[in-house]
Nanobody, 123 residues
Framework: QVQLVESGGGLVQAGGSLRLSCAGS????????MGWFRQAPGKEREFVAA????????NYRDSVKGRFTISRDNAKNTGYLHMNNLKPEDTAVYYC????????????????WGQGTQVTVSS
């Protein structure tokens, strides 16, 4: 069993930055993928980024490439989403997720979800 707890959301102006954290507990992340999804009001949840916990290889949705960076700290069992140059269309609840691999997350196969953290970008 894995528990995921997000933090770091908030209100920021367009062009600003935020860092989301996802603290994992319950088992080692050494053989899984960790990622971030988001859901805006009235829209379906969508993939944002994923990272292989062992290799550090990453995937991103096109609209966040060059602005968002996913990373992890193995010693702290914590993943991060660094978000720069935020836009109003990035406003959503952001969810941390864990799955059997980075590719599984990209494909939407999620084993564990966090509770979500709100990110609001004002124009």
């Amino acid at each position: 069993q894995v528990q995921l707890v997000e933090s770091g959301g908030g209100l920021v102006q367009a062009g600003g930055s935020l860092r989301l954290s996802c603290a994992g507990s319950g088992r080692t992340f050494s053989r899984i993928g960790m990622g971030w999804f988001r859901q805006a009001p009235g829209k379906e949840r969508e993939f944002v980024a994923a990272i292989s916990w062992s290799t550090g290889n990453t995937n991103y949705r096109d609209s966040v490439k060059g602005r968002f960076t996913i990373s992890r700290d193995n010693a702290k069992n914590t993943g991060y989403l660094h978000m720069n140059n935020l836009k109003p269309e990035d406003t959503a609840v952001y969810y941390c997720a864990a799955g059997a691999s980075r590719q599984k997350l990209v494909d939407g196969s999620i084993d564990y979800w966090g509770q979500g953290t709100q990110v609001t970008v004002s124009s």
